[in-house]
């Protein structure tokens, strides 16, 4: 089963990351940004995402924020559809991902952006120093 | 106790709006009044989870809400009220509930949609119904969050016209 990655944002934000993944790591395949834009109803999105769904590939969908329009309508799309649901999507977790679709399971990939997504917040200048704060 | 504000917006329980108001009313219960929601327990508990912490989040069909209103008045709680359109304003209008103010957030936007407040649009349908109901005495203003201004139906309306 093929997999894809859907990034939903409140917002151009997922759509710029995709940019911003690209600006570093070249060009990505097999992903799409649905952006919520202000005038959208949930309606109006929940129309947009399923645009993007088909019932013959697997889905990561990388959100932004838990509780939230975007992370809701996925929510209630996982009900049809091959969903997987990751909330806190950056700039670490994008680029990780388009390296590594394509390889492993959508169960595999979960887990290490899980990681990933821990690992990249953390105090650089204490880092620098040797401290290891929160990482 | 009672219903502390009534508010239409079409996004319904829309993350930080929701929990702006929550704080400012300082309500604890958010009862959504919405037929397609009363059947669709799965995106109710997607609500309830993501509601802010110690909030509950309730969901009741429009023709239940009005028999349940004429019975209490829904004295017994401390909630926040969302309708998701006009239409169900009116529905509600309609079965004779009387609230002493409805505050309009967001209807959404489209092609026969004019803007009229901020990002807040009517078209003319939900002009002439929210203007007969602040004519029989409930005051209908136009609120998006607690940091900006709120205007009065009529004030806003002066000057506004549909074809």
Known sequence: MEMKILVCTHGRFGEELIRSTEMIGGKLKNITAVSLLEDMSMDDYYVAVKEELDERSVYLCLTDLFGGTPCNTLLNLSRDYNIEILCGVNLPMLLEASSSCGFGTVEDLKKHLMEVYAMNGFDVLEKMKGNTYGN | ?163
């Not at chain 2, 169900?88 to 959404?108: E, N, T």
């Not at chain 2, 803007?115 to 003319?124: C, E, M, R, Y």
């Not at chain 2, 009529?154 to 506004?160: A, D, L, P, Q, Y």
Request: glycine share 8%; net charge negative; aromatic share 10%.
């Open chain 2, 1 to 163: 106790m009672a219903i502390k504000l009534v508010r239409v917006d079409f996004r319904l329980v829309h993350g930080q709006i929701v929990t702006k108001w929550i704080h400012t009313i300082k309500a604890d219960t958010i009862l959504v009044v919405n037929d397609k929601l009363a059947n669709d327990p799965f995106m109710l508990s997607v609500y309830q989870m993501s509601a802010p912490l110690g909030t509950k989040v309730n969901v009741v069909a429009v023709d239940d809400f009005i028999k349940h209103w004429h019975e209490t008045k829904y004295d017994e709680t401390n909630c926040m009220i969302l309708i998701k359109n006009v239409d169900d304003v009116y529905r509600i209008y309609k079965g004779g509930v009387s609230f002493d103010a409805i505050q309009i957030g967001g209807l959404g936007g489209s092609a026969s949609r004019k803007a009229v407040f901020g990002p807040i649009t009517l078209d003319k349908t939900d002009a002439d119904r929210l203007q007969e109901i602040n004519d029989s005495g409930q005051r209908v203003y136009f609120h998006q969050v607690p940091e900006d201004g709120s205007a009065e139906f009529n004030s806003v309306m002066k000057g506004i016209h549909f074809d």
